[in-house]
């Protein structure tokens, strides 16, 4: 499963990283690290992914594949 994170639209609220901190990693402001790259998750941490980008109160954060 891999997810992409908008840079232009994450405004560090951290929801995600609250629900799956080994997926979404976050910098000192709080927004995701890698907000330009497509993050590769974790077997194991594919339902923490989901709830991660569902709590995303700006759907910064979408699905690219299963």
């Given at each position: 499963m891999r997810v992409k994170i908008d840079g232009e639209h994450?405004?560090?609220?951290?929801?995600?990283?609250?629900?799956?901190?080994?997926?979404?990693?976050?910098?000192?402001?709080?927004?995701?690290?890698?907000?330009s790259n497509e993050i590769d998750v974790p077997a194991g941490e594919e339902e923490n992914a989901k709830r991660g980008m569902k709590s995303c109160p700006e759907r910064a954060i979408t699905l690219v594949a299963e």
């Open positions: 994450c405004t560090g609220h951290g929801r995600c990283a609250k629900y799956a901190p080994n997926v979404f990693i976050l910098d000192d402001d709080g927004y995701n690290a890698d907000r």
